[in-house]
Each structure stands twice: as C-alpha cells, then as structure tokens.
C-alpha cells in the first residue's frame, strides 16, 4: 500500500464508519499497481547420444584431418544419435523427461508443447505431436517452429507471449535436432558436415509474479537476402524460382509432379546443405554483437553486468570473435562446440542446461542468450535467473 494512503488510513479510518472505510479501499484499490507477469525456466534438461565421433573418425568418409577441423571450427568431437533407435523426436522426449522432474511437475501438467528443430522426423506431422505421444500427454497444442540456428530463441519469445498473456502456465519448449541422417559424408561435403551434430534439449516455462527474474526481453530479426548462402534446398517446392536460371534442383520434365525429389537430384548431391563459410562468417560477427547489445541497452545493462553469455555454438571462432569485441572475459561466456559440434536449435538450451549444472548459473545472474543463423535469422533474450 502507498505512504500516502496509510497515511489517510491511519487518521480517518480507526474509529470511525465502515462507509469512510469502504471509501478508502475504493482508494487503495484505484492506485494498486498491476501485477507485472513474466516468464521463468522452471526446469531444464538436456540429451545427447551415447555415440562420439571424433575428428580422427570421420577420416574414415573424407579428406580431413583433426588439425584442419579444429583450426577452422573449434570443434573436437560431436555426437551422432543411434542409425535407427533414435530420432530428433525420441532425444526430445528425454531432454523434456529431465526438464519436467526439475520442475516438479508432471507430463500431465504440461498445457502447451512448442517444438523447434530442423531436422523433424516427418516432413509432416511435426515433431511437437509426436513428443506429444510418445510422453502421453493430455490433447494440448503443439507448435512447431523452423527457424533454425535462431530457433530456441524464436520458440522462447513466443512461449514467452503465451505465458505473459495468462495463456498457459505450463509450457514446454523442447529443440533437437539429428544431423547425422543427412549430411555429406565424403571430401565433397567436408565443409559442412564436419561441423554438426546431434543433440537436444528443453525447458519449462511458467508464470512468476511481481519479481525482476525471469525473461527480461528477447528480440527477433532476419534478413532474406541472402537466404541460398546457408540452405537446404532439396526436397522443396522452390522449382528454381529464386535464382534467376541458376538450377538448385534437376527435376524431371512432367506435365504434374515429380518434383520433390528425383535420380538427378541424388546423383548432382543436390540433397544436401549448402553453405558459403566465409559469407556466413562476415555476417555473423556483425549481428551476434549487434543483438546481444540490443538487448543489454533495451534493458539498461552494459556487458560488465552480464553473468554469462551463452551464444548458439556455430563455430567457436565466431565466439572469440564477438567475446573479444564486447571485451568479455573467458568466464562470462560459455562454449561447448568442442565437445557437441553445432547442433543448431539444440545448442543454446545444451549449453544452457550445462552451465546450470556446473554452477556457473546461479539465483539472481544476468544470462544473454543470443543466435544466428540460415534465412539469415538473428535473436537475443535476456534473462535473469
């Protein structure tokens, strides 16, 4: 209650009619400040296969070596989900098993599902779904959402309107991905498959009241210029309408259909990623700061304020890059490439989860969680734990 209102309570309240105190509470009520809702991680888990390939295993496939891989990467070592027993959904669903104990809840609990993965195991249904089956959980909604190396933090900003709004209470928001099914194999693709692996991770997201913790902002952004420099093309509907004659995809000429997917297709290896390095480089160091600063200045908070810096794994010089031009210490930011490669969606919550567990995230710390990615795609969320 205000000073001023105790005030006129205390004079002309005690002792006198119940009408001066029905008037006052009209009083009290019309300057009660509303409540302000934000959204919090109630529980976090994360899960990675059992299968590690090393850099020396996947000379096996390509011309490379731990040297080279580890020069332009960062990366020593990733992990591969099983040919067959495992899928992006079944990784999901024990990252969300361990994310939900935390939480104290149950899978009954959970109201809304929000899934992000590139790597789904149906082109359709979703994921989300199937997490939804495979956990038995009530007929709640579930989302999907695509927006690669940037997904957790598009996935997190959505979760986060439910909540605000009084939607749900409950929500969990799951990002895994499994690489390993469809990458290039062989010296022709070593750029890219070198760099991924497979992974997942989830948090669940509740309501919190009148506190400075929580979700502070996120911030979203992309640019669709560039969107062939970091793509998979094929399967896809594209026709090679956007790129002026250049051909991504040799279909067959039919009056109707046979276009997803054709012998020319596999045998031109159309039907896998793409990815110009050093273009996505360039770009990637100018909005990683970009929006982790964003987020900072729209929040009144400078780098000096950060606990720690949990920045999609894409490539571990990225990070040094954008720790040494934000002058950040070795202990403000965390990196774990070296161990898991890039597992895009699943990287921010991995790493995440794992900082939390080693104690490097405590009560009341400043986090920045930022990402980019293919579209170009670019997000931030600050938070306070």
Same mark, same amino acid.
């Given at each position: 209650?205000p000073?001023?209102?105790?005030?006129?309570?205390?004079?002309?309240?005690?002792?006198?009619?119940?009408?001066?105190?029905?008037?006052l509470?009209?009083?009290y009520?019309?300057?009660?400040? #509303?409540?302000?809702?934000?959204?919090?991680?109630? /529980?976090?888990?994360?899960y990675?296969?059992?299968?590690?390939?090393?850099?020396?295993?996947?000379?096996k496939?390509?011309?490379?070596?731990?040297?080279?891989?580890?020069?332009?990467?960062?990366?020593?070592?990733?992990r591969?989900?099983?040919?067959?027993?495992?899928?992006?959904?079944t990784?999901?669903?024990?990252?969300?098993?361990?994310?939900?104990?935390?939480?104290?809840?149950?899978?009954?609990?959970?109201?809304?599902?929000?899934?992000?993965?590139?790597?789904?195991?149906?082109?359709?249904?979703?994921?989300?779904?199937?997490?939804?089956?495979?956990?038995?959980?009530?007929?709640?909604g579930?989302?999907?959402?695509?927006?690669?190396?940037?997904?957790?933090?598009?996935?997190?900003?959505?979760?986060?309107?439910?909540?605000?709004?009084?939607?749900?209470?409950?929500?969990?928001?799951?990002?895994?991905?499994?690489?390993? =099914?469809?990458?290039?194999?062989?010296?022709?693709?070593?750029?890219?498959?070198?760099?991924? /692996?497979?992974?997942? /991770?989830?948090?669940?997201?509740? #309501?919190?009241?009148?506190?400075?913790?929580?979700?502070?902002?996120?911030?979203?952004?992309?640019?669709?210029?560039?969107?062939?420099?970091?793509a998979?093309?094929?399967?896809?509907?594209?026709?090679?309408?956007?790129?002026?004659?250049?051909?991504?995809?040799?279909?067959?000429?039919?009056g109707v259909?046979?276009?997803?997917?054709?012998?020319?297709?596999?045998?031109?290896?159309?039907?896998?990623?793409?990815?110009?390095?050093?273009?996505? =480089?360039?770009?990637?160091?100018?909005?990683?700061?970009?929006?982790?600063?964003?987020?900072?200045?729209?929040?009144?908070y400078?780098?000096?304020?950060?606990?720690?810096?949990?920045?999609?794994?894409?490539?571990?010089r990225i990070?040094?890059?954008?720790?040494?031009?934000?002058?950040?210490?070795?202990? %403000?930011?965390?990196?774990?490439? %070296?161990?898991?490669?890039?597992?895009?969606?699943?990287?921010?919550?991995?790493?995440?989860?794992?900082?939390?567990?080693?104690?490097?995230i405590?009560?009341?710390?400043?986090?920045?969680l930022?990402?980019? /990615?293919s579209?170009?795609?670019?997000?931030?969320?600050?938070?306070?734990?």
């Open positions: 209650m000073t001023f209102v105790k005030f006129i309570f205390k004079k002309y309240v005690v002792g006198y009619y119940s009408t001066k105190i029905d008037f509470y009209i009083i009520l019309s300057y009660k400040l #509303p409540v302000m809702i934000r959204t919090k991680i109630a /529980g976090i888990g994360m990675v296969p059992e299968n590690v390939v090393t850099n020396n295993d996947l000379l496939y390509m011309d490379t070596s731990d040297e080279w891989i580890q020069e332009r990467t960062g990366i020593k070592e990733r591969y989900a099983d040919r067959t027993g495992e899928t992006t959904t990784m999901g669903v024990e990252a969300a098993k361990i994310a939900i104990e935390r939480a104290g809840l149950t899978n009954s609990d959970i109201d809304f599902i929000v899934f992000a993965t590139i790597c789904p195991d149906y082109y359709f249904p979703g994921c989300g779904v199937l997490l939804q089956r495979a956990m038995q959980m009530k007929d709640i579930a989302l999907d959402v695509r927006n690669q190396c940037s997904g957790f933090i598009y996935a997190l900003s959505v979760a986060d309107q439910f909540i605000k709004t009084g939607m749900y209470k409950n929500i969990l928001l799951v990002a895994s991905e499994k690489h390993s =099914f469809g990458l290039d194999f062989s010296t022709r693709g070593r750029n890219i498959s070198v760099i991924f /692996g497979d992974g997942a /991770g989830a948090v669940v997201l509740q #309501p919190i009241e009148d506190t400075d913790n929580g979700i502070l902002s996120t911030h979203l952004h992309s640019d669709g210029n560039n969107a062939e420099i970091l998979m093309y094929n399967p896809g509907t594209h026709a090679n309408h956007w790129m002026n004659g250049q051909k991504l995809a040799d279909f067959d000429d039919a259909g046979e276009m997803f997917m054709s012998h020319a297709m596999i045998d031109n290896a159309q039907n896998f990623p793409n990815m110009d390095g050093p273009a996505v =480089f360039k770009v990637a160091v100018e909005k990683f700061p970009e929006v982790i600063l964003e987020a900072l200045n729209t929040n009144g400078k780098t000096s304020d950060l606990r720690l810096l949990i920045p999609h794994q894409a490539n571990l990070s040094q890059f954008i720790q040494k031009k934000l002058r950040l210490s070795d202990e %403000q930011v965390y990196n774990n490439i %070296q161990q898991y490669g890039n597992t895009t969606a699943a990287s921010i919550p991995i790493a995440l989860c794992e900082a939390w567990e080693k104690g490097m405590k009560d009341g710390d400043l986090v920045c930022a990402a980019f /990615g579209g170009f795609t670019w997000a931030s969320a600050l938070l306070r734990w």
